[in-house]
């Protein structure tokens, strides 16, 4: 069974730094590009960013682009979402979503930028 | 950037009644490649997002085949035959030919 669990969430002031990891199990990490997608309250869902399964291409969206950096662990069957200069609207639940298509999701973790 | 227009943005339906959601987008979603990376999602109250249709019309792994996709180029639909309680949520479509985005997402409600 695909699982993936995202960690690392909390409250934070803004113009500080999170990171969040997600692990995976269930497949072969190693062979899948990985997302992050994020949901602020209420609202729809935002890609972030994506990392090929051999961290050859990577891409972010522009609101992020500069201060986020999407990184993996292949051996370690995990995915990271460094976040720097958090600003209030990067307050979301953040997902990781296997592959291009976004076939399998974690449940997501929250991050609060509040001062 | 890629826009992509979900219409319409609440849907009121019956148990049993067949709906569908349009979403258009402001490029061809038509890659290079010959693939077409429009997908559609369902998200549950309270749940994760779960992939319901790929590369247009492919149905996802579980996915009960009330569900159907179809399109091309800019035009795109959804279309449930037969609404039951367990489809109740936001509907979402995502493509992924240029960078990735998604549609502002329909809310499916009974009436």
């Known amino acids: 069974e695909v699982q993936l669990v995202e960690s690392g969430g909390g409250l934070v002031q803004p113009g500080r730094s999170l990171k969040l990891s997600c692990v995976a199990s269930?497949?072969?990490?190693?062979?899948?590009?990985m997302n992050w997608i994020r949901q602020a309250p209420g609202k729809g869902l935002e890609w972030v960013a994506y990392?090929?399964?051999?961290?050859?291409?990577?891409y972010y969206a522009e609101t992020v682009k500069g201060r986020f950096t999407i990184s993996r662990d292949n051996a370690k069957n995990t995915l990271y979402l460094q976040m720097t200069s958090l600003r209030s609207e990067d307050t979301a639940l953040y997902y990781c979503?296997?592959?291009?298509?976004?076939?399998?999701w974690g449940q997501g973790v929250m991050v609060t930028v509040s001062s | 950037d890629v826009v992509l227009t979900q219409t319409p943005s609440i849907l009121s339906a019956t148990i049993g009644q067949s709906v569908s959601i349009s979403c258009r987008s402001s490029?061809?979603?038509?890659?290079?490649?010959?693939?077409?990376?429009l997908y559609w999602f369902l998200q549950r109250p309270g749940q994760s997002p779960q992939r319901l249709i790929y590369?247009?019309?492919n149905l996802g792994s579980g996915v009960p085949n009330r569900f159907s996709g179809s399109g091309s180029g800019t035009d795109f639909t959804l279309k449930i035959s037969g609404v039951e309680a367990e489809d109740l949520g936001v509907y979402y479509c995502?493509?992924?030919?240029?960078?990735?985005?998604f549609g502002a997402g329909t809310k499916l409600e009974l009436k």
């Open positions: 979503a296997r592959r291009l298509g976004a076939d399998y």
């Open positions: 269930g497949f072969t990490f190693s062979n899948y590009g």
């Open positions: 990392i090929s399964s051999g961290s050859s291409y990577i």
């Open positions: 490029q061809s979603l038509l890659d290079s490649d010959g693939n077409t990376y």
């Open positions: 590369l247009v019309s």
């Open positions: 995502m493509q992924a030919t240029h960078a990735y985005t």
